[in-house]
Each structure stands twice: as structure tokens, then as C-alpha cells.
């Protein structure tokens, strides 16, 4: 016969065992809860929708500063920019204006006045400012010290090289280049305020835009030779020298200008494929 103790035990143990069962019920009720919320898709704005594609794009991209150069590639001797204008640069010897006596100057102004006049096409003339490369110049210095049998005359060219390469440090001389950018566009481009802003979120350009400008490049670039020929001359009619810059020069001139510091650490080496291409 049980005692009164062994019954209020069966008692409880009966009571544990319904609230166990009642919590375990409460728990799966949330979870079903829980588990039909992820299933309803959740509204979004419009915002949130624009926001949204962006940073898939995003993500599917490499986030470079790259993409946001207008520089597509350079070959040839012409730059190709990514609204597929093509660009040649003329390298400009000064003048020195003020050593010109009174008649030289104003025969110097009519005659870029007549050039200025004479062109249908715009022009862009770049003065750049940058450090001394004088590399070349001591490279050339050793190497003809190492082939010195001479030993004093030898090591006063060490001495030499070392002693302009730490001038060149000290002192930061600099020196100014003169350019013309003679461009050819098919149009110019227009764009408003809205679609510049939703090109900043463009990826890079396919390589089907870059076969498709390949085919009408050789077409354009005669008509960048000729307007290149017809600045050359004109400026040789005021009496400056120019040239057009190769496929090498232009490389290392727009590398020194995205990059003016590590650029005077960190030299371009000279095994660059800037072979022409033949269409």
C-alpha cells in the first residue's frame, strides 16, 4: 500500500512532465512561426532595389581605380579611350617668347593666330611638371666607367654619377613639357547629370565593345594622321618643333601621371609590348 509521500511525488513528477510537454509545445509553435516568415519575401523599395543591383555588380567586379580612368589602351602610337575616341600627343619644343625682338613676336602671334583660325577641330594643350629623370644620363656616366682602364679616371666618374644623383634628390629640380592632344571622335559625347552618375557604376568595358572599335580603327586612325600632320606643319609655319609621341613615350607619360609617386620609385621597364598592330 503507498504511503501519502509516494503518491504527492507521483504527484509532481506527473505535474514536470505536463509543463515539459506544454514548453516543447510552445517551442515548435515558435519555430513554425519563425520558419513561415522567411518563407514570405519581404517588400522592398525602390531604393533599396537600385542599391541592391549595384553592389551585386559590384561584388562581380574588381573594385579598381581602373575603371574609372577613360584610358581603354594605347597602341600604335594613339590612345584609345573608352568612349572610343582616338588621341595622338604631340610632344612641343618652347620658345623662347621673350628673346624674340618686336617683329619676331608679332610675326610669331599672326601666324598662331592663322593657325588657331584654320583649325575645324578641337585641340588640348597640357603643360606638365615633373622631376628630372636623369636615370639615363648616369646609367650612360657608369657604363662608361666601368670601361675606363684608367682607375683615378674611373673613380671620378663614380664619384661624378654619385654626386648629380644626390643633386637631383636634394635640390628637386623640375622641369616643364609642353603637349598637344589632337583628338578624333566619331561624336561627342553628351551626357546629362543622371546618366554620368549611372556610368560611374558601369563594370569594365567587354571585350566585344574593344573588337568592335578594331574594325573601324584603321579607317580612323588616317584621320587622326592627317589632322597630326596638319598641326605639325602649322606649328612649324610659327616656328616650334613638334613631334608625336610612340606608343613607349605615351606608356610612360600617362603612368607618370596617374602614379607621380610611385612612379619616381618604381621605373617602367623597357620590354613593353608597343609593336604595331597590323589591320
Known amino acids: 500500500m503507498p504511503t501519502k509521500k509516494t503518491v504527492s511525488a507521483e504527484k509532481n513528477l506527473k505535474g514536470t512532465n505536463m509543463d515539459v510537454e506544454l514548453l516543447e509545445d510552445e517551442l515548435k509553435t515558435d519555430e513554425a512561426m519563425e520558419n513561415e516568415g522567411k518563407d514570405k519575401p519581404k517588400k522592398k523599395s525602390f531604393t533599396d532595389k537600385i542599391f541592391s543591383s549595384f553592389k551585386q555588380r559590384k561584388r562581380s567586379t574588381k573594385s579598381t581605380t581602373q575603371r574609372y580612368i577613360p584610358l581603354s589602351e594605347i597602341r600604335n602610337d594613339t590612345v584609345i579611350l573608352k568612349n572610343d575616341g582616338l588621341r595622338a600627343v604631340l610632344e612641343v619644343e618652347p620658345l623662347n617668347f621673350n628673346l624674340k625682338s618686336e617683329d619676331e613676336q608679332e610675326g610669331i602671334f599672326a601666324r598662331y593666330q592663322n593657325f588657331l583660325n584654320s583649325l575645324n577641330f578641337p585641340i588640348q594643350i597640357c603643360v606638365t611638371s615633373t622631376k628630372v629623370n636623369v636615370d639615363p644620363y648616369i646609367q650612360k656616366i657608369r657604363t662608361r666607367a666601368s ?73 580612323r586612325s588616317i584621320l587622326l594622321r592627317d589632322r597630326v600632320n596638319l598641326v605639325q606643319a602649322s606649328l612649324h609655319h610659327v616656328g616650334i618643333i613638334s613631334r608625336r609621341l610612340t606608343t613607349q613615350e605615351l606608356i610612360e607619360l600617362y603612368y607618370r601621371l596617374y602614379n607621380p609617386i610611385s612612379s619616381q620609385e618604381q621605373k617602367l621597364t623597357g620590354d613593353l609590348n608597343t609593336e604595331k598592330l597590323t589591320l
Open 147 to 219: 670601361a675606363q682602364t684608367n682607375k683615378m679616371l674611373q673613380e671620378q666618374s663614380y664619384m661624378y654619377a654619385e654626386f648629380v644623383e644626390k643633386l637631383v634628390d636634394v635640390a628637386d629640380i623640375m622641369q616643364k613639357n609642353f603637349y598637344v592632344v589632337v583628338p578624333q571622335d566619331d561624336q561627342p559625347a553628351q551626357q546629362n547629370s543622371l546618366s554620368q552618375f549611372f556610368t560611374w557604376f558601369k563594370t569594365n568595358e567587354s571585350s566585344a565593345k574593344i573588337s568592335q572599335r578594331n574594325q573601324r580603327f584603321h579607317q
